[in-house]
Nanobody, 122 residues
Framework: VQLQASGGGLVQSGGSLRLSCSASGSNVNLYTIGWFRQVPGQEREWVSQISISGDTSYADFVKGRFTISRDNAKNTVYLQMNNLKPEGTAVYYC?????????????????WGQGTQVTVSS
């Protein structure tokens, strides 16, 4: 499966964006898909994921503000980001999980798409 993230941009603090992770080559509902973010000089940080069964999970720092969803007909996973904060400025990536277990490391994922820049101004 090939994944491509899009939808980033510049938004003011408190604003919203919806990121898309479009899949090709396979059906996105066959995988657990995760969203990560990365700031230059720092490690890629897990944000959220949606499992094959549709179960969702979130990092504490986005709970209540972000919502992950999947549209099987469009073969796309979305990340709705509301009430964005300046510390949310990063490049956001999507990837598919290939390991079992409960760890949420970037090394648990592969097939990284090209990231999309999100910039939140204060």
């Amino acid at each position: 499966v090939q994944l491509q993230a899009s939808g980033g941009g510049l938004v003011q603090s408190g604003g919203s964006l919806r990121l898309s992770c479009s899949a090709s080559g396979s059906n996105v509902n066959l995988y657990t898909i995760g969203w990560f973010r990365q700031v230059p000089g720092q490690e890629r940080e897990w944000v959220s994921q949606i499992s094959i069964s549709g179960d969702t999970s979130y990092a504490d720092f986005v709970k209540g503000r972000f919502t992950i969803s999947r549209d099987n007909a469009k073969n796309t996973v979305y990340l709705q980001m509301n009430n964005l904060k300046p510390e949310g400025t990063a490049v956001y990536y999507c990837a598919r999980r290939f390991t079992y277990g409960s760890t949420l490391r970037a090394s648990d994922y592969r097939n990284w798409g090209q990231g999309t820049q999100v910039t939140v101004s204060s």
